[in-house]
């Protein structure tokens, strides 16, 4: 059984922000407790590849790898130890916020960091919340954030859910935050 819900059109921070607290509520509706929120930010490795450390596609993919495994080792065997504190930027929000933002020393992702923390801030006290700057399972489509809700008493994710654009017939897109 699965449910969802769309805000299209917009994928601002207050629209984020209802968009995982509905996921909450609906969780707690369901019955379900102990939630956690684990925030990700999809295409931060597509930024700073285009950007302050920069790689090419192939390399792009085994970075991912390499973040995905949490492998440091990995990482600084292929020459990408840039990327090395974002593995460290991983965990409890508030920590893993400093961290990222430490990591961040040319302002390039201020914006998104901080948009990132006012949707954490709107739900802070409904769920547990967490960080994850590099998890990329199930958000193939995302662009600047996703989220993934986890309980205490069940194993793995009970829901995703972030922003992506929607893709039209006529080559337009739209903008639209969800969750399923």
């Given amino acids: 059984l699965q449910i969802g819900a769309e805000l299209i059109g917009n994928d601002s921070v207050i629209a984020a922000s209802e968009i995982v607290s509905v996921a909450i509520e609906a969780l707690e509706r369901a019955g379900v407790s102990g939630i956690t929120v684990d925030f990700t930010m999809p295409d931060l490795i597509d930024i700073l590849a285009a950007g302050p450390l920069p790689l090419n596609e192939a390399q792009i993919a085994e970075v991912r790898g390499e973040l995905d495994m949490k492998d440091a080792g990995g990482l600084n065997a292929m020459g990408a130890t840039g990327y090395l504190p974002l593995i460290e930027a991983t965990g409890p929000f508030d920590e893993a916020m400093v961290k990222l933002r430490r990591f961040d020393m040319d302002g390039l992702l201020n914006s998104r960091l901080d948009g990132v923390a006012q949707i954490a801030e709107s739900i802070r006290g409904k769920a547990r919340l967490t960080l994850d700057p ?32 929607i893709g039209h017939s006529d080559g337009e897109t739209e903008a639209a935050v969800g969750f399923s």
């Fill in 134 to 165: 590099t998890e990329r399972h199930g958000f193939e489509y995302q662009n600047w954030f996703g989220f993934t809700l986890y309980a205490d008493t069940f194993v793995g994710a009970l829901g995703r859910g972030g922003s992506y654009e």
